[in-house]
């Protein structure tokens, strides 16, 4: 499991920094967050692949997106569907309201909506790549990446064919 040091309503895990705006949903997020959970001891598992959830309604969301590919909420603008409401209107957002592309690439002629997109973006044409990992030598661009990185190569539980250097457990 993954180390965590909690400061006021923060969890400092793997150097990120997620705030909460009160004690509670802090402790609800070292509960049920998948870096703080030990996967063997979760009691919601999927019946049609070997993941395991705090939740029955984690649960129920995962089978209804990796299993089912439901995509209940669609957009009344284009044909696009999503799994959930957030990501919709996420969509809505970004594709439908106008926006001008105000933040220009320095490098190419290309435009965008968002500074951080913009940003991620540059990293394309300098290499830059500022999100290290803590457990090993790798380093990524987008921070996201390096979330995916951490749940997929250091947390339990292990894919059968991973080395044990992998592993951060063996590691301490």
């Known amino acids: 499991m993954a180390r965590c040091l909690v400061v ?33 001891v979760l ?23 990796v299993h089912l ?5 669609q957009c009344t603008m284009c044909d696009k569907a999503y799994h959930s409401g957030w990501a919709l209107a996420g969509h809505t957002k970004y594709s439908h309201e ?11 002629d290309k ?3 968002r500074k951080y997109v913009l940003s991620h973006h540059i990293r394309t044409h300098t290499g830059e790549r500022p999100h290290h990992c803590r457990l090993c ?8 990446v390096l979330w995916r990185h951490l749940r997929t190569v ?12 992998e592993n951060v457990d063996d590691n301490k």
Not at 69 to 73: E, L, R
Not at 98 to 108: D, L, N, V
Request: proline share 9%; with cysteine.
């Open 154 to 165: 250091h947390t339990h539980p292990r894919r059968p064919d991973a080395p044990p250097s």
């Open 8 to 40: 006021g309503f923060s969890c400092l895990l793997l150097s990120a920094l997620r705030s909460f705006k009160s004690e509670s949903t802090l402790k609800q997020h070292l509960r049920l967050a998948a870096p703080h959970v030990n996967c063997d």
């Open 69 to 73: 590919h439901s995509k209940p909420f």
């Open 98 to 108: 106008a926006q001008e592309r105000k933040y220009a690439c320095t490098y190419c």
């Open 111 to 113: 435009k965008f909506k």
């Open 43 to 65: 009691p919601y598992p999927c019946g049609d692949c070997s993941a395991k959830f705090a939740s029955a309604r984690s649960r129920a969301a995962h089978r209804n997106k």
């Open 137 to 144: 030598p790798a380093a990524f661009a987008q921070s996201s």
